[in-house]
């Protein structure tokens, strides 16, 4: 499943232009590389690259711009990304150890899921102008969790 990469606009004239000309003054900053997919991460940043702005990651002062990365911050992008994708993955095998163990003692209950008849109430009352947030709150739900049922079309 794809990452997305949280990142913040610099634009023109910024402080830390990319290096090398030819480049536009865009750069992009990325706070750190927490459990994202190798693969993923290095066709964003090429694609960001061949845009013209350069990717800074903070946490790991590695800059790669529309040149591409110093060796150095090369070889220390492709490490740091397999430690962080590595990581990510024990942390969802944890994670789902914890929730079998819940499950097996009792412990672990997911809330129950809209039925076809809620979603249809919920579409109804969308549809005659109620607010949203009051459509999920008589379902008992947060408002993001009816989001995905198409109720939230603005």
Avoid: W
Wanted: glycine share 10%.
């Amino acid at each position: 499943m794809p990452h997305r990469l949280h990142l913040r606009h610099h634009g023109e004239g910024c402080q830390n232009p990319p290096r090398g000309a030819g480049c536009r003054a865009d750069r992009r900053s990325v706070r750190g590389l927490d459990g994202r997919d190798t693969r993923d991460l290095y066709n964003l940043v090429e694609e960001i690259a061949q845009k013209g702005a350069a990717v800074g990651f903070v946490s790991e002062r590695i800059t790669v711009d529309c040149h591409g990365a110093s060796p150095l911050d090369s070889l220390m992008l492709g490490i740091l990304a397999a430690f962080a994708e590595f990581e990510r993955r024990r942390i969802k095998e944890r994670q789902a150890e914890g929730i079998a163990i819940a499950k097996a003692s009792g412990k672990y209950a997911q809330t129950p899921k809209l039925s076809a008849d809620d979603v249809e109430q919920a579409r109804a009352m969308v549809d005659m102008g109620i607010p949203k947030t009051e459509v999920a709150a008589r379902f008992k739900a947060a408002r993001r969790s009816i989001q995905p049922l198409g109720l939230l079309h603005e």
